[in-house]
């Protein structure tokens, strides 16, 4: 069973401190992807990487960064948080050997940033 | 103009009802076409996908791709209860980047 797994599911924070959010797949895929999810606003993609080490903005990449240093793991840096970064944050892993294989995404890390 | 255009709803209908669901996109570029489902406090999950123009069916449910209208459609048939949840769709071009553009959800209510 494919699994895609997030380091916390809720996560509190204050203003300005740094943030890691983790997401480790075991399915040995290429490409990870890290979205925030919003009301009203949807899946919104921030960064995604097609391989180690290797990554890409999308299109809201400002205030976060992102590292791969592994296939299986791909983690999410707020450098310094902020209250308009309060947000449900969900990680996805797909193979990329086509162009239809599907996202699989993990549970979703809640941020509140106070 | 986002690229991807979906009504968030909220949607709420009986059970039983034929339920529609709709988008609209501005890319022509775009070749694949799905549908993801969100239950509260879950990841989103892969319901159906179409390439390029036509329908496909999967049990209750229908997804329809006109790209001469650039718009999608999925119908669920006899909704249960336990069809509430958000749904999503999304878009690709073709890349084994892997990457989808997502409408903002549709989030439907099947009450009994």
């Known amino acids: 069973d494919v699994k895609v797994t997030q380091s916390s599911r809720y996560l509190v924070k204050r203003t300005g401190e740094k943030v890691f959010l983790e997401c480790v797949q075991d399915?040995?895929?290429?490409?990870m992807f890290w979205y925030r999810q919003d009301p009203g606003l949807g899946l919104r993609l921030i960064y995604f990487s097609y391989d180690v080490k290797m990554k890409e903005k999308g299109d809201i990449p400002e205030g976060y960064s992102v590292s791969r240093e592994k296939k299986e793991r791909f983690s999410l840096i707020l450098e310094s948080a902020s209250t308009n970064q309060t947000s449900m944050y969900l990680c996805?892993?797909?193979?990329?050997?086509?162009?239809?294989?599907?996202?699989?995404f993990g549970p979703g890390t809640r941020l509140t940033v106070l | 103009q986002k690229e991807v255009e979906q009504d968030p709803g909220p949607l709420s209908v009986p059970e039983g009802a034929i339920v529609s669901l709709n988008c609209t996109y501005s890319n022509s570029a775009f070749q694949y076409f799905m549908w993801y489902r969100q239950y509260s406090r879950k990841g989103p999950e892969l319901l159906m996908y179409t390439y390029s123009s036509g329908n496909k069916e999967d049990g209750r449910f229908t997804a329809q791709v006109d790209k001469s209208s650039k718009y999608i459609s999925l119908f669920i048939r006899d909704s249960q209860p336990s069809d509430s949840a958000t749904y999503l769709c999304a878009m690709g071009r073709g890349s084994t980047l892997g990457r989808l553009y997502f409408g903002r959800g549709t989030q439907l209510t099947v009450w009994p």
């Open positions: 996805a892993s797909t193979s990329g050997q086509t162009p239809t294989d599907t996202q699989y």
């Open positions: 399915m040995d895929h290429e490409n």
